[in-house]
């Protein structure tokens, strides 16, 4: 087809064309992926005119985790949290930058079907220096009955029962990437015409891959598995035919998506100090675990499937092994020997 004549879908029109295959679906879903897009190219604007306008840098208060709360944070959480609420599909939200979940209750919110938790603004420690940052999102079908506020237990669900999740990457282009039970597409935003068009349909995670992404700061806190893994990756051998390239940005969004296209493993381990690492389970890691599974790959927390483990507290954190198929069942075997060896010591 000359390029005059091709048919470039936007967002909304791929999310309609998508319903209309579902005579019996209400469209909600859709609508609240609009309402995510949206909030999204506001945050874009701003973050593209960081350093113009007094947007940069810290807030000065710390977060429920103790982090310091940049602007960009809070402006992105307020964008998020203000589009859905005067949406008409989500009945609540948490968010990373908040201590609790936030429950609309208004007649139309109560009605809802959904509730979404988001990272509004992950990679925060990028803002400032003008690296690729993103937003996480996952969505769940609440399990209170509808025309009644939400409760904890529609957050605290495993991340299996996401009915859909996705991000946002605000770099070198904006790309919005979501994903359903029914695969991966990824949508790149356009400026001339302010709206995300579908440029990556049905992404795959290629079973293999040569890029391992870590942060080797932390090398010697790991446990053995994960430093034989990282030895394998730097090595030569039959299997594998390394050495792997290490990529980390330290902006997971811009690192996942990285090794989503082209192959690869991220790896956030736990540490002698954080035995349960940096990332959190709702807002981080499950998402991407419903993406890239659902592109073909694997995540795990070294012991079971991220999207297997029961949530118990809205800002718990995992380790977090993510990527391509193939270098997954080699960091877990790597993981396994270890284990077995010093169990046998013990
Ligand atoms: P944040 O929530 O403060 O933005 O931290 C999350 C980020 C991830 O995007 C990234 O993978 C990780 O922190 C990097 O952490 P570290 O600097 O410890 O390697």
Same mark, same amino acid.
């Given at each position: 087809m000359s390029p005059i004549n091709r048919q470039v879908l936007t967002l909304d029109e791929f999310t309609i064309q998508s319903l209309r295959?579902?005579? /019996?679906?209400?469209g909600e879903l859709s609508t609240l992926l609009r309402d995510i897009g949206l909030a999204s190219k506001r945050v874009n604007v701003e973050v593209n005119k960081a350093g113009l @306008? +007094?947007?940069? !840098? +810290?807030?000065g208060t710390m977060n429920v985790q103790g982090e310091e709360v940049k602007k960009l944070d809070v402006f992105a959480n307020n964008q998020f949290t203000g589009v859905l609420q005067r949406g @008409? $599909?989500?009945?609540g939200i948490a968010s990373e930058e908040m201590d609790e979940f936030v429950s609309f209750d208004d007649d139309v919110s109560r009605n809802s079907k959904y509730i979404c938790m988001y990272d509004?603004? +992950? !990679? $925060? =420690?990028?803002i400032d220096v003008n690296v690729s940052i993103g937003t996480i999102f996952g969505i769940y079908r609440r399990v209170s009955d509808r025309g009644t506020p939400v409760t904890r237990e529609d957050f605290l /669900? #495993? =991340? #299996?029962? /996401?009915v859909a999740a996705g991000y946002i990457v605000y770099g070198s282009s904006t790309m919005l990437v979501y994903a359903t039970r029914r695969g991966v597409n990824g949508f790149t935003l356009d400026p001339s015409i302010g709206e995300f068009c579908l $440029?990556?349909?049905d992404l795959k995670c290629p079973d293999a891959g040569n890029i391992y992404s870590v942060n080797h700061g932390n090398y010697y806190q790991y446990e053995e598995g994960v430093k034989k893994y990282i030895t394998l990756c730097q090595n030569k051998n039959k299997t594998n035919g390394g050495p792997y390239t290490q990529r980390y940005i330290g902006s997971m969004v811009s690192d996942v998506h990285r090794n989503l296209i082209k192959g690869g493993i991220f790896m956030y381990p736990g540490t002698i100090e954080k035995p349960k690492g940096k990332l959190r389970l709702l807002y981080e890691c499950n998402p991407f675990a419903f993406i890239v599974e659902a592109a073909g790959g694997k995540a795990t927390n070294g012991v079971q499937p991220i999207l297997e483990i029961q949530p118990t507290e809205l800002h718990q954190r995992t380790p977090f092994f993510i990527g391509s198929k193939t270098m997954m069942e080699e960091m877990e075997s790597c993981l396994a020997s270890e284990r077995t060896e010093e169990k046998i010591k013990a």
């Open positions: 295959q579902f005579p /019996q679906a209400t @306008v +007094d947007i940069l !840098g +810290d807030t @008409v $599909s989500c009945a509004p603004l +992950d !990679g $925060s =420690g990028n /669900q #495993k =991340g #299996k029962h /996401q $440029s990556h349909p």
